[in-house]
Structure formats: C-alpha cells, structure tokens
C-alpha cells in the first residue's frame, strides 16, 4: 500500500499542477497537455526501468560468458626470482657485493654442476675445477679469494657475468 502511495505522489502532483494551469493559462491548453503527458511518461519510464533492473539484475554474467571470458592472470614474481636478480644487480654495482651477495650462490651452482655433470669436487680437486670452469669462473668462485679491500670498488661487469653464465651453463 505504502509503495502505491509513494509511486502516486508525483504524478497526483503533476495533475494538480496542470489543472491549476489550465485554468489559468486557458489559451495554452495544448503546450500544457503535452507537457502533461511527457512529465507523465518520463514518470512510468523510470518506474518501468526499475521493475527490470530489479526483475533482472546487472552484474550476474551468464554462463556462457563467464566461459568465454579468459581468467586474469596475476602477475606475482615469485621471491626466489625476486632475490636473485637483487643479488645479481647489487654484486654488478659493488664489490662488496659481488663477494658477499652474488658470489655465494655462484659458488654454489658451481660446485653442484661440477659434482653432478663432471664427477669434480670444487673445494677437492682445485685443479680440475678450474679447468672445467675456466680461469674467469674459478678466479669468482675458489675458495680462497680475498675479500675485496675497496668495498665500493665496480662489482662484476655486464659481459664477465655474461661469460661466467655461459661457463656454468657449459658444464
């Protein structure tokens, strides 16, 4: 009940309106009525509009569009990748940390490429080790390389880890 009486407000208001000024502007009939009749159908367009959008929600896709739609793809990196490409461009810009970040995980990979392609332990067998790796790669990866004296001395160049890479991915 409430909702007819809320719906028939503003048209009940449009009618006395027009009455009065159809009293009042006799000569106007016609633009009066007209405008009438437009204010009215406005009114039932925009209760009709909503009976639909209630009727039939915005938003739901259906299932055949929800199947023709491709997933997102989150782009996460993950934090493996993350550290190492940290560790590589801090021990490309310092010294330091090329002897304390980058070289670590070098020597790792080293040693484990070693022991499992060529049968070499790269802390046993120094000399083989450096054979297989090449004097640029052992010289980065021996055990006992010198800590750098000039801490912000230049880290490893662009095409020295380009090498060592191919060294390491040759074995």
Avoid: K
């Amino acid at each position: 009940m409430r909702a007819a009486i809320q719906v028939g407000r503003l048209p009940a208001l449009l009618t006395v309106v027009a009455g009065v000024l159809l009293v009042v502007l006799p000569g106007s009939a016609g633009l009066v009525l007209h405008v009438y009749a437009l204010a009215i159908a406005a009114i039932a367009l925009v209760h009709l509009v909503r009976a639909v959008r209630t009727a039939h929600p915005v938003g739901r896709a259906s299932p055949f569009d929800a199947a023709l739609r491709r997933p997102t793809r989150r782009d996460e990196r993950l934090p493996e990748l993350e550290r190492v490409e940290r560790e590589v461009s801090l021990g490309m810009a310092t010294a330091f940390d090329l002897h304390y970040r980058l070289r670590p995980p070098l020597r790792r990979i080293a040693g484990e490429l070693l022991a499992a392609r060529r049968g070499i332990d790269l802390d046993g067998s120094p000399e083989a080790a450096r054979d297989a790796l090449g004097d640029e790669t052992w010289e980065l990866v021996r055990a006992d390389r010198e800590p750098p004296r000039n801490r912000y001395g230049a880290g490893l160049a662009l095409g020295t880890l380009h090498r060592v890479v191919t060294s390491l991915e040759a074995l």
